[in-house]
């Protein structure tokens, strides 16, 4: 018998409250510190209710990370839509996932602090389950790049590329900013990544007459 609207409704409900205690308990105490019979009381959920619902804690947080990153794809999308030039679209990508990642630091302190040290069965699952999005992701990137390059304001060089460089500068960045105990912004960080990715490193006094006199253009 197909579940009526309203049970639907219901189910969905349950799940997300499983979901947003789940969360918190993770952020508060860490995941493998965590049990199913934490998360069942403080759901207000028997253990076996829970179990309905979720047959491991692996897939409640893996359940998590894909709304979470279906959330933040979604952002991107649209920011990145409403950006008119390729370095605009490199700044509301840079701004939306480090302002994302900002948002919602001790969530994701979990996969680097927790599962960064090795291999487990959560990771395996994120990379079947949350594949799709990511090549969507990537995908979206990488026509970034292509429209800068078509436009001549990037250089002629591999778009896909060039999208995995800029998405592993920023990565890198969020990692080693998650990890660390500081509580600088993140999103300050932003204006960095863009400049190195577009400019490099080197300073003025270091690059040809020729190039300065492009670079003040």
């Known amino acids: 018998m197909v579940p009526s609207k309203r049970k639907a409704r ?3 409900q349950r799940k997300l409250e499983i979901l947003t205690v789940a969360e918190r308990l993770f952020a508060r105490k860490g995941f493998f510190k965590t049990s199913m019979a934490e998360i069942a009381q403080e759901a ?6 829970l179990y309905q619902f979720f047959p491991s804690k692996d897939a409640v947080y893996v359940a998590l990370m894909e709304d979470k990153f279906a959330e933040y794809f979604a952002l991107v999308q649209r920011e990145v839509a409403a950006a008119k030039t390729a370095p ?3 700044d509301a ?10 948002k919602h630091r ?18 395996g699952a ?7 999005l990511r090549a969507e992701y990537l995908a979206l990137l990488t026509r970034t790049m292509a429209a800068g390059i078509r436009r001549r304001v990037f250089k002629k060089l591999d778009a896909q590329g060039m999208a995995h460089l ?3 500068m920023m990565n890198a960045i969020i990692h080693q900013w998650i990890a660390s105990a500081g509580e ?15 400019h490099g490193v080197r300073g003025m006094d270091e690059l040809p007459a020729r190039a300065i006199v492009r670079a003040k253009r």
């Open 93 to 102: 990508l840079v701004a939306t996932k480090f302002g994302f990642f900002e």
């Open 166 to 168: 800029f998405d592993g």
């Open 88 to 90: 605009d679209q490199l």
């Open 44 to 49: 207000e959920f028997s253990v076996g209710s």
């Open 10 to 12: 219901e189910l969905a």
């Open 184 to 198: 600088e912004s993140l999103v300050a960080k932003g204006p960095t990544v863009r400049d190195v990715f577009l």
């Open 126 to 132: 994120l990379g079947e389950r949350i594949s799709g």
């Open 106 to 123: 001790n969530f994701f302190r979990i996969y680097v602090t927790e599962w960064g040290v090795g291999e487990c069965s959560v990771k």
